[in-house]
């Protein structure tokens, strides 16, 4: 795409992404409770090389300074999330006033400089007091997350008009409570079901107190999704993607859309029964205002005799020898297409937005300078994706890349740099990377 073709229209949203323990530091201060990253990123042997979000970018203090970049960069719209912990330290109960005036602050900066806050209500960060209750296993994290989206929608709904509810439950209960590989660090199929069923549960159930608190709200959710491929040509590697394809993209928003859970294609998913309760079925679903789309890659799927339940198993981009990023994911920008046009078929959702999209590629730093031709190169090839989308006749309306900022990546520590703006984490000093650059010409093409 080049630039002065940028004709996605006047109403589409151009924004940027980022969360809040990746990015904010300030750990244990000022009142925050301890979140479940907190815990698990502290661990031994958890993370990269031990690396955690203790400090990471330091935008606890450093807001300011990171808000006005956004603006000097031209970048109108800041996805962000709010630390459950922060506000409410033990996750239920008393909450902490020094939190509530920090997220007041950043949203009236954001105001002040023309920028749109899109708040994501949970990004993984638990508080570790509701871990120690069972967390997403514990039905009570129902009632628990209904009142923190309750409060935060009466201290912030006067001027946050976006709201995402949860940011890709598929990875935060598969990697935190299957694999056991994210925090809490939970393995087992029980704890990974038990965590679907009432994250599913919440999305709906946070979707609707805002709409009842915040009636002409903006609201919606984001799934994490991968355009999914056989390996091959066989029937057992087709039928190995549809599972797997229900697993990572369907299991989350098809209850959302009134669907029930895609158990046809994977009979894993009767494990379910003993933690639906009557209605359950109903309250699974709530008609979202948008849904966030959040696409990297794709997958390769193979058949597995050896992998009990789903009985497939996916390749690894570098095992295919295929363009790949730092995060050893392909390089495949028809995926984002792909998946775009798969959720514009759920006809519950008024409009998608791409929340997350964006590449980790080795950075280097050079007389003061980022000049990282591979991101810029990737974002362009997904965009002209999502601009196909658009033209076939899908509802997508803004584009978020991720991210703002380099920051601390989850379990792979600080290595994978996803930022437009390159961060020296011992300094603190930031740098626009080329990326920023070409970002803010793109948008400013066209407003």
């Known amino acids: 795409m080049k630039i002065e073709d940028n004709d996605f229209g006047p109403d589409f949203k151009w924004g940027v992404s980022t969360a809040a323990y990746q990015v904010e530091g300030a750990w244990y201060t000022d009142g925050k409770g301890k979140s479940i990253w907190d815990v698990f990123s502290n661990t031994k042997g958890k993370t990269f090389q031990g690396e955690n979000g203790n400090i990471t970018c330091d935008f606890y203090r450093r807001y300011t300074h990171d808000i006005i970049l956004m603006a000097k960069l031209g970048i109108p719209n800041f996805r962000f999330s709010l630390s459950w912990s922060r506000i409410i ?71 946050v008009k976006h709201w995402m509810i949860l940011n890709e439950p598929m990875v935060f209960t598969g990697a935190g409570y299957f ?129 009990p339940l789903i009985w497939a198993k996916v390749i690894k981009a570098d095992k295919r020898k295929v363009d790949i990023t730092e995060m050893n994911w392909e390089v495949y920008p028809e995926s984002i297409y792909e998946m775009l046009l798969k959720f514009s078929k759920y006809k519950n959702f008024k409009e998608i937005i791409v929340t997350e999209n964006g590449a980790a590629f080795p950075d280097v730093l050079l007389d003061g300078k980022i000049h990282d031709i591979k991101r810029i190169n990737y974002l362009d090839q997904y965009l002209k994706q999502v601009f196909r989308a658009k033209q076939e006749g899908v509802n997508v309306n803004g584009y978020f890349i991720w991210s703002f900022t380099d920051n601390f990546e989850w379990a792979e520590g600080y290595r994978p740099r996803f930022g437009l703006v390159y961060v020296d984490f011992k300094t603190q000093d930031r740098i626009i990377k080329d990326s920023g650059y070409w970002y803010s010409k793109l948008i400013q093409s066209g407003i």
């Not at 069972?134 to 209904?146: D, P, S, V, Y």
């Not at 990974?192 to 994250?199: D, E, K, P, V």
């Not at 009636?215 to 390996?231: M, R, V």
């Open 179 to 307: 694999l056991g590989v994210h925090a809490p660090g939970r393995k087992g199929l029980n704890s990974f079901l038990a965590a679907i069923h009432h994250a599913a549960m919440c999305q709906a159930e946070g979707g609707r107190i805002l709409r009842s608190i915040l009636p002409e709200a903006h609201i919606g959710t984001t799934f994490s999704c991968s355009s999914i491929h056989p390996l091959g040509n066989s029937t057992s590697d087709e039928m190995a993607s549809k599972r797997i394809d229900a697993l990572l993209n369907r299991m989350f928003v098809e209850p959302l859309a009134g669907l029930g859970y895609p158990v046809a294609d994977l009979k894993l998913l009767q494990r379910l029964e003993p933690f639906i309760k009557d209605g359950d079925e109903n309250k699974l679903a709530f008609d979202m205002d948008f849904i966030g789309v959040q696409n990297y890659t794709r997958e390769k799927v193979a058949h597995s005799s050896i992998t």
């Open 89 to 159: 330290p033990n996750g239920t109960g008393k909450v902490n006033p020094v939190g509530i005036e920090f997220y007041n602050r950043v949203i009236d900066f954001c105001l002040e400089l023309g920028i749109e806050p899109w708040i994501t209500l949970y990004h993984w960060d638990l508080p570790f007091e509701l871990e120690k209750k069972g967390g997403w296993t514990n039905r009570e994290i129902i009632k628990w997350f209904g009142d923190y989206v309750e409060l935060c929608a009466k201290y912030f709904g006067d001027r």
